[in-house]
């Protein structure tokens, strides 16, 4: 079973990635942990990655996908895998495909932006512990106060609503067109395309779960 999960920050992919990985026991690749496995494994995609981050730039496609055809060939994705954050634009769908690197699944979890602007930014924080709270679904006995400690909660930079606009933003503008991508490569070649699976993500977890687990076959 390999997989690719689409959708736009604050989804809920992490979670239903979870639901996957456990259901058909395949490991959860994520490019970030990848990119630093290599930098501490030192191989030689390793140091190319490590020099490119020192500069601050960004790694090439190239490095990416020759670090996933590495990861893929280890025993843990033998039944699969999962790909989390990857492709994030069609040049890099493009080269997974040219690759020949055989994806069964693309799962896209749609939110509307709306929704996902409530969600995030709704979210407070109690920093000593990490104890997540949200103003409309989960609030906290007191206002603005950790259950636990009485101390007080923050929102972090990454929920402020500004941030995730933009946030959202760069994924209408780069990853969303994934969408249109394996749509139409599913309609002209069924056969060798990915199968294309789109799933609401509003409601409770356990159902959105179900209606992915019964899509994958």
């Known amino acids: 079973m390999r997989i690719i999960m689409l959708g736009a920050p604050g989804a809920g992919k992490g979670t239903q990635a979870q639901f996957i990985t456990a259901r058909f026991d ?3 690749i994520s490019t970030g942990d990848m990119l630093r496995a290599a930098v501490k494994a030192e191989s030689e995609l390793g140091k190319q ?3 490119v981050m020192a500069t601050g730039g960004l790694v090439s496609d190239d490095i990416i996908i020759a670090l996933i ?6 025993p843990d994705c033998k039944n699969g895998f999962l790909l ?3 492709p994030r634009t069609i040049p890099q769908a493009e080269a997974l495909k040219d690759q020949g690197i055989a994806i069964d699944y693309v799962v896209e979890i749609a939110v509307d ?3 996902i602007v409530s969600r995030l930014s709704g979210r407070r924080v109690h920093e000593g512990s990490g104890r997540i709270y949200h103003v409309k679904y989960d609030p906290p006995k007191v206002e603005g106060k950790d259950d636990q400690t009485g101390e007080p909660l923050v929102q972090r930079e990454d929920d402020k609503e500004e941030t995730v606009r933009k946030r959202l933003k760069i994924y209408h503008d780069q990853t969303a067109p994934l969408v249109g991508y394996y749509q139409d490569w599913a309609s002209k070649e069924p056969a060798a395309a990915p199968k294309y699976v789109r799933v609401e993500g509003v409601g409770s977890l356990d159902s959105i779960r179900d209606q ?3 899509e994958l076959k």
């Open 212 to 214: 992915i687990l019964s």
């Open 69 to 74: 055809e590495e990861r893929i060939q280890q």
């Open 113 to 115: 932006d709306e929704e």
């Open 84 to 86: 989390d954050g990857f």
């Open 26 to 28: 395949i490991p959860q």
């Open 49 to 51: 990655v490590k020099e």
